[in-house]
C-alpha cells in the first residue's frame, strides 16, 4: 500500500511539474505578446537596433510590385529612410487587409503607407504630415454617357477597397446624392482596387470610389477604359501611421519628410510616381478648415 502511494504521489508530482512548465511558458507568451502590442518607442526602436515598417504590395502608384521588386511612392521613401535612419528598418509587404491594425496593436512599428487621415481612424492611430493629397474622386467607364455629374451616380453600383477610408466615406457621398433628389446604389466591398478597375472595366460596377491620384495615375495609364469624374468628399490626405499616442515616434518620421520636403526629393518623388507633386501640403499642425492633425 505504502508503495502504491509513493507511485502516485510520484507521477502526482511528474504532473504537477508538467503543468508548471506549461503556466510559466504561457505566462512568459502572454507577457512577451503584451510587450509587442504596446507598440515600440522611438528610444526602444533605438536600443533594440530596428524599426519594423509595413507597406501594401497592391496599391499603385503608392505601393505595389513590378518584376518581382517592390515600387511606388512609399517604397522609395522608404529607401530613403534607410539610408537617413541610424537604426535598420525592416520592412514587412503586404496585402491592406489588417496592416492599420497590425500598426494599432503594436505588430509593426510604423504603417508606411498611403492610408488616408480619417477621424475614425485616428481612435486607434497617429498620423504624420501628409505625403500626398488623398480627397475622393469617382472614376467611370470611358464612353459612359449616363454619367456626367455627381447626380448621375444615384442608385448606381459602385466599388470599393474593404476596409478602406473610401468605402467609410460612402455616407458622404449619399448625402450628397440625396441633396440633388437621389440615393447611394448598391456597394460592392473588394479584397483590393485592381479587382474593383477589372469589374468596373468589365461593366459589373457602374463607376468606383479612390482617391485623386489614383484615379488620375489609372486614367493616364488607360485613357481609352477609364474617364475620371468630380470630387465627392472634403479635402483629405495620404499619410503614415504609427500606434496611438506614439508622438516621439511620429515625430521621428515627420523629421524625415520634413527634410524631404526641404530638400525636394518628395516633390521628385510625387512627381515620378503620382505624375504630379503636392508643394502645399499642410506641415505639422491643421487641416483644411482649421481643423488639427489628428495626435
Not at 51 to 72: C, L, N, R, S, W
Not at 75 to 96: C, D, S, T, Y
Not at 138 to 167: E, P
Request: charged share 25%; proline share 5%.
Amino acid at each position: 500500500m505504502g508503495r502504491l502511494s509513493r507511485r502516485v504521489c510520484g507521477r502526482m508530482n511528474h504532473y504537477c511539474r508538467i503543468l508548471f512548465i506549461v503556466f510559466v511558458f504561457l505566462a512568459f507568451t502572454f507577457t512577451v505578446s503584451a510587450g509587442r502590442a504596446a507598440g515600440a518607442s522611438l528610444e526602444e526602436i533605438k536600443k533594440r537596433g530596428y524599426m519594423i515598417v509595413a507597406t501594401e504590395d497592391d496599391y499603385p502608384p503608392f505601393e505595389f510590385i513590378k518584376d518581382g521588386k517592390p515600387a511606388g511612392l512609399d517604397h522609395a521613401l522608404v529607401a530613403l529612410l534607410k539610408k537617413w535612419a541610424p537604426f535598420e528598418i525592416r520592412q514587412e509587404i503586404l496585402p491592406w487587409q489588417g496592416l492599420l491594425a497590425g500598426v494599432a496593436t503594436g505588430k509593426y512599428d510604423v504603417a508606411i503607407s498611403a492610408a488616408i487621415i480619417t477621424d475614425e481612424r485616428a481612435k486607434s492611430l497617429t498620423f504624420t504630415m501628409p505625403v500626398a493629397e488623398g480627397t475622393h474622386y469617382y472614376v467611370f467607364r470611358a464612353g459612359d454617357n449616363r454619367i456626367k455629374g455627381i447626380k448621375d451616380l444615384s442608385s448606381l453600383t459602385v466599388g470599393v477597397q474593404q476596409g478602406s477610408a473610401l468605402a467609410a466615406a460612402l455616407p458622404e457621398l449619399d448625402e450628397m446624392l440625396k441633396k440633388m433628389g437621389g440615393h447611394l446604389g448598391k456597394v460592392v466591398q473588394y479584397a483590393s482596387y485592381p479587382e474593383v478597375y477589372q469589374d468596373l472595366a468589365n461593366g459589373r460596377l457602374d463607376y468606383a470610389i479612390n482617391s485623386i491620384v489614383t484615379v488620375a495615375s489609372l486614367v493616364r495609364e488607360k485613357p481609352k477604359v477609364f474617364a475620371m469624374g468630380q470630387a465627392v468628399s472634403k479635402r483629405s490626405y495620404h499619410a503614415w501611421a504609427v500606434k496611438q499616442g506614439n508622438n516621439e515616434l511620429r515625430d521621428y518620421l515627420n523629421e524625415f519628410l520634413a527634410a524631404q520636403r526641404k530638400n525636394g526629393a518628395l516633390y521628385k518623388l510625387q512627381g515620378e510616381w503620382l505624375g504630379t507633386a503636392f508643394p502645399d501640403l499642410p506641415w505639422v499642425g491643421k487641416l483644411p478648415g482649421d481643423r488639427p492633425l489628428p495626435e
